[in-house]
């Protein structure tokens, strides 16, 4: 299979084109490697990347139509897997436009170029922010997640609602993947593992927002990475005996699947950052603040409906997830 990942130099495209790799593949991966958080870490995992003889790097902004038209002429994709985008939600706050343009217009690229040069399969990044002011647990994807809390959440909306369109007017197969907080080796310095470990190790205070009265829906990375390898064989067919009155709005007539990516049980963050503190082998000092604009207090997935189509469920807690990150941490910035 010839394979396109898009964000290949951030967290989850490097995990995933390292675990493709030696499995009979053609890798191809782009990234604009913007400066969003340091750029030095994705350079980094570029330079993992380069020792694999199947997975090739290509600089390129998904915004550039021509360079995406040319590589898609060029290469004749089998699947796609577009993880690139703007990610975070604060930052969706004071820079609304770096979400159109990435999450938007570069999106709508990704999807032009897939129904133009015979794409089998589009498996996309979704996010669990969809929820937004959802508080029925689990989160499950046939919930109507019509009332979004940030701008980021809303083009994570948006591509959902985009790639039913190109599914349904052009048959094109598309998959799309509601990420519950990924965390683990090589991670995003933007988020709360990376940035309690840094703090801690510091012997600076962390910041605990809504009083530390929060959970998350933690999934550790090979979880993640496991999933999406097998969602990538999972192709959506259509469906002509779908009825709209009977479904969710998970499924259609057109080829078209939605799933939750999540470990499948909350974590209390004060849990989690005892989890951080026993594979540190340090107390943290907690600075309480209230709630932060955008930010939802608790996820959870519902994944029985991934379990149904992968056979998988998440297996690695947060309590081994700390310490396998932990260690990767300390080796990388040798502290
Ligand atoms: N990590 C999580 O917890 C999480 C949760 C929910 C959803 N997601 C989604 O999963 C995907 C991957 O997330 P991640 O954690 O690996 O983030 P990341 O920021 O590490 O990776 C995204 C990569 O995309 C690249 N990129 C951004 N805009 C681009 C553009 N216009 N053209 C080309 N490359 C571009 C960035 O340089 C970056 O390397 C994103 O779509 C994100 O929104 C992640």
Redesign the pocket.
Known sequence: MKLLI?????????SLARQLSGRGHTIIG?????D??DVTL?QARLNVLSEYEDVHFVR????DREGMTELFSHHGFDSVV???????VRYSLDNPHAYV???LM?YLNVLECCRHHGVGHLV??????VYGMNETVPFSTRDSVDHPVSL?AAT?KANELMAHTYSHLYDLPTTGL??????GPW??PD?AMFMFTKSILEGRPIDVYNHGDMSRDF?YIDDIVESIMRIIEVVPQRDSAWQPSLAGPDSSSAPYALYNIGHGGPVRLMDFIHALEEAIGRRAECNFLPMQPGDVPHTFADTEALYQAIGYQPRVDVWEGAKRFVAWYRDYHRV
Not at 82 to 88: D, I, T, Y
Not at 178 to 183: E, K, Q
Request: aromatic residues 18%; positive net charge; contains cysteine.
């Open positions: 898009t964000g290949m130099a951030g967290f989850i495209g490097f782009i990234d604009n490697l913007n969003y958080y994705k390129l902004d998904l915004c577009n993880l690139a985008a703007q990610a975070g343009d990435a999450n570069g996309y990044a979704s996010s669990s922010s980021y994570k509601r990420f519950f907080t990924v965390y991670g995003r988020m999934t």
